[in-house]
């Protein structure tokens, strides 16, 4: 395994000394003849990431031909054409492209690093990536990424880190006792810092993963010896690496597999409960409609037995009335029985008087009315006995009909308590299987 390649640079639409400009750059990409004499036989690049070339360069040239910049003070006006509107990125990995086409192992490896490379690129410069393509026609694998700038003036200077840091030193002007030969020094320090962090960021996330090392032998005037012990090294760490993401990915999925299994108690558990909740609610509102009849029988039996009482008690009255008549028509009887022997002495006397006839004759009309009266008297007393009994019998069944409701009425109540489900608590639980309480079906 060898050492990690990462470089940067910026482009403009005019081009550099050498004729560099973007549209050489995008020609290059695309593979057209005039930009590819350095390839032996050019191949249509290979699309990794976003748009295809085509598409980049419409883009590129219409976000540069709109863009604006204002001078201070001044009118917005459009950018020179000598100012950098895209940043290309290019990494290349150690294998060369025969290695690739004939071992699987190696493959496996490019297109691991492939992978970490354009995640890494995406972290780093986020949407403003706009296209990142393979070619497969040179010596070793590698990738062109190119950035395009958000800003209204298009200013591919603020994506390249060591740009961005020296520009700040220089803008911040001379230290004291400092000229500005010894600020340009320092402005270009911070170049070389900013930049090595970059590579630095490059090879924590992609670098170290893939078994790359950071730099190459000949820069360190490394020995053949060194350069395969740091070789041996960086492989290595790779396959502890390896190794750590095996371990963290079997955890991950019995993590998974736990949390499913949980999952699943909790589901079948929640299902218990709502089929015991809609139970305990069909049988309360069961035991409501039992409570709601038997409410209804105990209302009748009151008024059926509030009507026998006041029945009973009318009886009791006619039956009172009719003993005073009896008493008063017996009393009267009594008073007739003696007067016949006093009107026979006189009747005795008057035999022959036609006025003792009359006399006769009207006590035979009292006596025979007297008579009948009593008989009707007696008659009404024997039948209001007879309704003051048969309430009596009716008031006594109603009673019990009345203790016999009121008794189903208490026995449904401590049925729709026992069948009333508890409290749940705030935090249930999560456990084994959940199982009903006692006494609920």
């Known amino acids: 395994m060898g050492f990690q390649f990462v470089h940067m640079t910026a482009y403009s639409r005019k081009g550099d000394g050498k004729g560099r400009s973007t549209g050489f750059v995008f020609g290059e990409a695309r593979r057209d003849p005039s930009a590819s004499l350095h390839v032996g036989t050019p191949a249509p690049p290979v699309i990794v990431h976003g748009m295809s070339v085509e598409e980049l360069e419409r883009l590129h040239d219409a976000t540069a031909e709109a863009a604006t910049t204002t001078p201070k003070g001044g009118k917005p006006r459009k950018v020179q054409k000598s100012q950098h509107t895209l940043m290309a990125v290019v ?166 597999a736990k949390k499913a299994e949980v999952e699943s108690l909790v589901s079948t558990a929640e299902t218990e409960a709502a089929a015991l909740r809609a139970e305990a609610d069909a049988a309360k509102a069961d035991a409501a409609r039992c409570l709601a009849e038997a409410k209804v029988a105990t209302d009748a039996a009151k008024a059926a037995h509030d009507a026998a009482v006041r029945e009973q008690r009318k009886a009791r009255s006619m039956m009172s009335r009719a003993r005073e008549e009896a008493v008063r028509v017996t009393a009267a009887a009594a008073r007739l029985q003696r007067l016949p022997s006093i009107l026979r002495t006189v009747f005795d006397g008057w035999r022959h008087s036609k006025v003792a006839d009359r006399i006769r004759a009207a006590l035979e009309s009292d006596m025979s009315a007297l008579r009948e009266r009593a008989s009707s008297a007696l008659e009404q007393a024997a039948k209001a006995d007879a309704a003051r009994r048969k309430a009596v019998e009716r008031a006594s069944s109603l009673d019990a009909s009345l203790s016999e409701t009121e008794a189903q009425r208490d026995a449904l109540r401590r049925e729709v308590a026992r ?22 079906r």
């Not at 012990?229 to 790779?238: D, F, G, H, I, P």
């Open 91 to 256: 990494a290349s990995h150690p294998h060369s492209m025969e290695e690739v086409r004939t071992n699987p192992e190696k493959r496996r490896e490019a297109e691991e690093w492939e992978k970490r490379t354009v995640a890494w690129l995406r972290a780093q410069y986020g949407d403003k990536l706009v296209s990142v393509i393979r070619h497969e026609d040179e010596s070793h694998y590698h990738l062109h990424a190119y950035v395009l700038p958000n800003d209204p003036a298009m200013r591919a200077s603020a994506l390249h880190p060591g740009q961005t840091a020296k520009a700040a030193i220089m803008a911040a002007g001379p230290a004291d006792g400092e000229d500005s030969k010894a600020t340009n020094k320092r402005g270009d320090k911070a170049y070389r810092t900013a930049m090595r962090e970059w590579q630095d960021s490059y090879h924590t996330t992609v670098g170290v993963p893939c078994g790359l090392t950071r730099l190459g032998p000949q820069r360190r005037r490394l020995t053949r010896m060194e350069w395969q012990a740091e070789q041996t090294q960086a492989r290595a760490l790779r396959a502890s690496l390896d190794r750590a993401a095996a371990v963290k990915e079997k955890i991950e999925t019995h993590i998974g």
């Open 419 to 440: 069948l009333r489900p508890p409290e749940p608590s705030p935090n249930p639980p999560l456990g084994p299987r959940m199982t009903p309480a006692p006494g609920r």
